[in-house]
């Protein structure tokens, strides 16, 4: 069983910069990918970077290209997300996910990772 805790959430102005940590334990032989999904008031949660661990394949929400950057240690058993140039839209929750070996091929959606961290909230004001 995977288990996952998020830090590093916190407040920033815009234009500022965070770099998120998740802390995975049991991922080495479990685990497929790994991904980041944050979850903004009355909104869905919405999928932010992927990073496959086969390939070292990253892949990237269309509002986040080019200024978020999802990567991990030597051992895979800690997963970051580096935030640069942050809006305001880019305020939430954001959770760490991981998918299992067992699924045949995962897309940066919640419905294809299996377990999910707490959380750790980010605020970005203007």
């Known amino acids: 069983q995977v288990q996952l805790v998020e830090s590093g959430g916190g407040s920033v102005q815009a234009g500022g910069s965070l770099r998120l940590s998740c802390a995975a334990a049991?991922?080495?032989?479990?685990?497929?990918?790994m991904g980041w999904f944050r979850q903004a008031p009355g909104k869905e949660r919405e999928g932010v970077a992927l990073?496959?661990?086969?390939?070292?394949?990253?892949i990237y929400a269309d509002s986040v290209k080019g200024r978020f950057t999802i990567s991990h240690g030597n051992a895979k058993n800690t997963i970051y997300l580096q935030m640069n140039s942050l809006k305001p839209e880019d305020t939430g929750n954001y959770y760490c996910?991981?998918?299992?070996?067992?699924?045949?091929?995962?897309?940066?959606?919640?419905?294809?990772?299996?377990?999910w961290g707490q959380g750790t909230q980010v605020s970005v004001s203007s």
């Open positions: 990073l496959l661990f086969t390939t070292d394949e990253t």
């Open positions: 996910a991981a998918a299992g070996t067992w699924r045949p091929y995962i897309l940066l959606r919640p419905r294809d990772f299996d377990s």
């Open positions: 049991g991922v080495t032989y479990s685990t497929k990918g």
